[in-house]
């Protein structure tokens, strides 16, 4: 029998993965806190909520793009995000509170593994990929500072 040897996944390929499943995971959450948002808030938050998974879907993209560019393979299945993510899935939060409390906690997750890969990519003397995670950083400490002042914090 031929069998196919394949590289070793890297520590940055993995990385890298784990940021498609993220950015995978948050983007469903994302649109399921689109649709079910609901009171006073709901046409700002409806509106955020749109504007926040469009941005996940473009960043899952420049991931796995990324990703293929330094020779790894971009999961892309619902099974593998969910065995590769670090957030959790949605826990069917119901008030916009609870939702922006959610989000909150998954853009500060996102942002510590967003450091962590940024020192990856220079320890490896990938400087496309800290790019890519330093210039997420900004944008996500953005997200959390509003989404505090959102909820009065």
């Not at 070793?8 to 784990?18: D, E, F, G, M, Y």
């Not at 998974?53 to 299945?77: F, M, Q």
Request: proline content about 3%; overall charge negative; hydrophobic content about 45%.
């Amino acid at each position: 029998m031929n069998q196919v040897q394949t590289a070793p996944i890297t520590k940055l390929q993995a990385a890298l993965n784990t940021q498609v499943a993220n950015w995978s995971v948050l983007y469903t959450k994302l649109h399921r806190y689109h649709w079910y948002v609901k009171g006073p808030h709901f046409f700002t938050l409806h509106e955020k909520f749109e504007e926040l998974y469009n941005e996940a879907a473009n960043i899952v993209d420049e991931a796995a793009e990324r990703l293929l560019t330094i020779g790894g393979e971009p999961i892309a299945t619902m099974g593998e995000y969910l065995q590769a993510t670090t957030l959790a899935e949605t826990n069917h939060e119901k008030t916009a509170n609870e939702m922006v409390a959610s989000l909150i906690a998954d853009y500060k997750q996102l942002r510590e593994e967003l450091y962590a890969l940024a020192s990856l990519a220079e320890d490896e003397q990938a400087p496309a990929t800290n790019d890519f995670a330093v210039g997420l950083i900004a944008s996500i400490d953005q997200h959390i500072w509003m989404f505090h002042a959102y909820l009065g914090e």
